[in-house]
């Protein structure tokens, strides 16, 4: 009896030995990497594209995983299947950049991912209610407004008392970025530039081709036009190539959006008077650390609205800071 005992005694002696090594044994879980998400419109545009090098480097200093998502057309329609997939993907403790192309639209889908527990960021554009983002980061687009409309004062050599046609082409109607940029225009106008007569404005879902031939109506429409404010970059590729293909660069005073390189080169040769660069790459870099932050540390950031000053190019801006404020696509 005495020896059936020792043996039971070895027996489970040694299970507990080798359930020791075993528990030592055992490699510890690896921890969840974070993901973070970017959902767009336009995806091609080179706006977006100068934002994911920023996004993307800033990812890989952070030690995250990127998802770069979106559609070619700029729509709410579109975007908000792209939303509601990334939405699907991602879980509690990942991150969601939203550049809603509609802030009304999109605000349930924003909504939707930060009660799942994913943080989200505004960048570029906004929903409408930001009590369930992070932080929202976008250009100073009133005052880049009032940039384009001195702008185009001073080219066409504004005189008080005389009146002068212009005319603006948008990408959307719900885009805030655009809402603000109009806004900002229409202020400058009222305040210092009353003689601009805005006589009519389009859009082109951020299609350069469709830009194009809005352009091309107004030339048509409007034989005394004088200027015309591209409100963003697709809408400024458009309407540069309606005034080339009609020979009317330098009669026409045409301020654009956006630093796009093909754009930028055309400052010198008088196609644009004037073009208004933003910081994409500055936005997306501080949307990834910021959401980055929240999630390790639970920081929050200093404020919750960050704006990103704007700077206007000319054809008197130096070569050095043509390269520094064009944006990087790759």
Known sequence: ??????????????????GTVATIAAPA??????????????????????????ATAEAKAQGVDLLWKGDAEYSAATQLPVVKNVIATLSKGDGLVLIPTDGAALQASNDQAAKKGIVVANVDTQVANLSKVLIQITGDNADGGAKAAAAIANAIGYKAGSKYDVV?????????????????????????????N??????????PQTADTNVAGWLTKF??????????????SGAAAALQAKGLVGKI????????????ALIKS????????????????????????????????????????NVALTSATSAADLAKYTYKTN
């Open 1 to 18: 009896m005495k020896s059936t005992t020792r043996v039971f005694a070895a027996v489970a002696a040694a299970a507990v030995a080798l």
């Open 29 to 54: 879980q690896a921890a969840k990497k974070i993901k973070i998400a970017f959902v767009m419109g336009a995806i091609n545009d080179p706006f977006f594209n100068a934002m994911k090098v920023g």
């Open 168 to 196: 603006i082409g948008l990408t959307s109607a719900t885009a805030t970025t655009n809402v603000a940029r109009l806004e900002g225009f229409k202020a400058a106008v009222a305040k210092s530039y009353p003689g601009l």
């Open 198 to 207: 805005i006589v009519d404005t389009a859009y082109s879902a951020s299609n």
């Open 223 to 236: 034989p005394n036009l004088k200027g015309i404010f591209a409100i963003d970059g697709t809408n400024a």
């Open 253 to 264: 005073a045409l301020v654009g959006y956006d630093a796009y390189p093909a754009n930028v």
């Open 270 to 309: 008088g196609v644009f008077t004037a073009l208004i660069a933003q910081d994409p790459a500055a936005e997306a870099r501080l949307a990834v650390k910021t959401i980055v932050a929240n999630i390790k540390k639970g920081t929050k950031p200093a404020k919750k609205q960050v704006v990103i000053p």
